[in-house]
């Protein structure tokens, strides 16, 4: 009689691969580059200085790991433990039935405090968050567009990159009105990214149409995002507004 052999998959198992292919002097750039001063945005993260590359192909050893497990490894101190742990949800919601993406959903917003940094956020809320709600209610992602939690607005404006995708401006757009006056710089380029988006893969018209209505009132980081993409002439145009706006 032959026994298969069942190997049970853990968010332990994960950190030691991990920490395998850990580079001490690649954490300490990391730490710099993402901000983990006092008084910064990471403030106080730790890195063990893993690449991107690297954590997926981890990732990809553990596609069934338990989401009990991902949430131990979610709730990591360690920023590529984070990391991997989103990269799992994200490649686990692409498989899944409708039910299990309901729990990876209810996963992520449960755990928006330990996804706190611009790349967890980016490399997580369009694929999981933006891709939940395609067919459902979005009112969550106004009600996290007003948290006071810098992550978790962040988390709003960048789920609307799954429908720029798709064709469709409506809420980005709506988000942005929201965000407009957002003094965080990592909002504002989130927003002006979004909206650039906007205009490269739904409509010029839809992003014009947006700055002739709001561009004077946009931070000048968000307009500067917006507007990236846009020839020449009109760039000056915008800016123009803008620079009217304040010397009034």
């Known amino acids: 009689m032959f026994f298969k052999l069942i190997i049970f998959m853990s968010a332990k ?11 001490p002097q690649k954490a300490v750039e990391l730490r710099r580059f993402f901000k983990t001063g006092p008084g910064q945005y990471g403030a106080g993260d730790k890195f063990l200085g893993i690449v991107v590359p690297a954590q997926r192909l981890v990732a990809k050893q553990f596609l069934t790991l338990p989401l009990a497990e991902v949430a131990k490894l979610l709730q990591s101190p360690y920023h590529e433990d984070r990391l991997t742990a989103l990269l799992l949800l994200v490649e686990q919601f692409k498989r899944s039935t409708s039910q299990q993406q309901r729990a990876i959903y209810q996963l992520y917003l449960n755990n928006t405090r330990f996804i706190n940094n611009w790349d967890l956020v980016d490399l997580s809320a369009p694929s999981i968050v933006g891709a939940y709600l395609v067919d459902k209610d979005r009112k969550i992602l106004y009600k996290l567009a007003k948290s006071r939690n810098l992550w978790e607005r962040r988390i709003a404006i960048l789920a609307t990159f799954y429908y720029i995708k798709e ?6 757009t709506a988000l942005a009105i929201e965000l407009l006056e957002d003094d965080h710089d990592l909002i504002q380029k989130a927003v002006g990214w979004m909206l650039r988006e906007v205009g490269k893969r739904v409509s010029k018209m839809a992003l014009t149409d947006f700055l002739d209505h709001y561009g004077s009132q946009m931070p000048r ?3 500067r995002y917006a507007i990236e993409h846009l020839p020449e002439v ?7 507004l803008k620079k009217e706006k304040l010397c009034k």
């Open 167 to 172: 064709g469709d401006a409506q809420d980005a």
């Open 13 to 23: 198992k994960i950190q030691t691969e991990l920490r395998r292919v850990a580079d």
């Open 221 to 223: 980081t968000m307009l």
């Open 234 to 240: 009109e760039r000056q145009k915008y800016l123009a």
